[in-house]
């Protein structure tokens, strides 16, 4: 079936860091990819998608790009700030029916 | 844009009661929902599809006894935990389709935070 695997956490950076969480996947057919936030105590923000190969998503200064070859949409920030602190998951939609594959999650801990 | 809203926030009940979550579209209909469980520091699974006036479809291995789902209306769509118990503790969360905002609008509720003691 279908599946996702995120890179370990927690991570923790200082302000102003580069922040690359990795992603890959599994999945038949040609999937929709994304990246969800989520704040202490809070529901799922959705942060950017892409929906085919080559692909970019970006939204707040995160950064996907979906790449078939590798199976991978690596999460990235240029500069990250205190307030991006959160889980973030990486999920995949194989069909439009709007069932989604999460993965394990990412805690982001940045320190001023 | 899109707002799902899911009540309560957070709900603490007793053994063997029942618990009633709601999750409302409220600027848009949606045909379909879905319920998805999270345990403590880790990720979401889905447990249910909510269909508009059709029956809801499971996930392999969850109960659909214990979890009821009921989507009477294109804005909203109930799960009760029915006798509940603390292995039932978890953040439940509701997502919706926008279709508005095309196949992959998929806009995701606050969460419900079950503690059964």
């Known amino acids: 079936g279908d599946s996702v695997t995120q890179m370990e956490g927690p991570v923790t950076l200082s302000e102003e860091a580069f922040l690359t969480i990795n992603c890959t996947y599994t999945?038949?057919?040609?999937?929709?990819l994304f990246w969800y936030v989520q704040y202490p105590g809070e529901g799922l923000q959705l942060l950017l998608k892409?929906?085919?190969?080559?692909d970019k998503g970006s939204n707040k200064g995160f950064e996907a790009t979906y790449r078939k070859e590798t199976t991978s949409f690596h999460l990235e920030k240029g500069s990250v700030q205190v307030s991006d602190s959160a889980v973030y998951f990486c999920?995949?939609?194989?069909?439009?029916?709007?069932?989604?594959?999460f993965g394990d999650g990412t805690t982001l801990t940045v320190k001023p | 844009g899109a707002v799902v809203s899911q009540h309560p926030s957070r709900v603490i009940c007793k053994s063997g009661t029942s618990v009633k979550i709601e999750c409302r579209s409220l600027?848009?209909?949606?045909?379909?929902m879905f319920w998805y469980r999270q345990f403590p520091k880790q990720s979401l699974m889905l447990m249910a599809t909510?269909?508009?006036?059709?029956?809801?479809?499971?996930e392999q291995g969850v109960e659909k006894d214990k979890f009821l789902i009921n989507h009477a209306s294109l804005t909203l769509s109930t799960l009760t935990v029915t006798s509940a118990h603390p292995e039932d503790s978890s953040f439940y969360i509701c997502s919706a389709r926008d279709p508005r905002q095309g196949n992959y609008g998929y806009t995701f509720g606050s969460g419900t935070r079950l503690t059964v003691v």
């Open positions: 892409a929906t085919k190969a080559d």
């Open positions: 909510s269909n508009e006036g059709s029956k809801a479809t499971y």
């Open positions: 999945a038949t057919g040609y999937p929709s």
């Open positions: 600027d848009f209909q949606a045909t379909t």
């Open positions: 999920a995949l939609s194989a069909t439009n029916a709007g069932k989604s594959t």
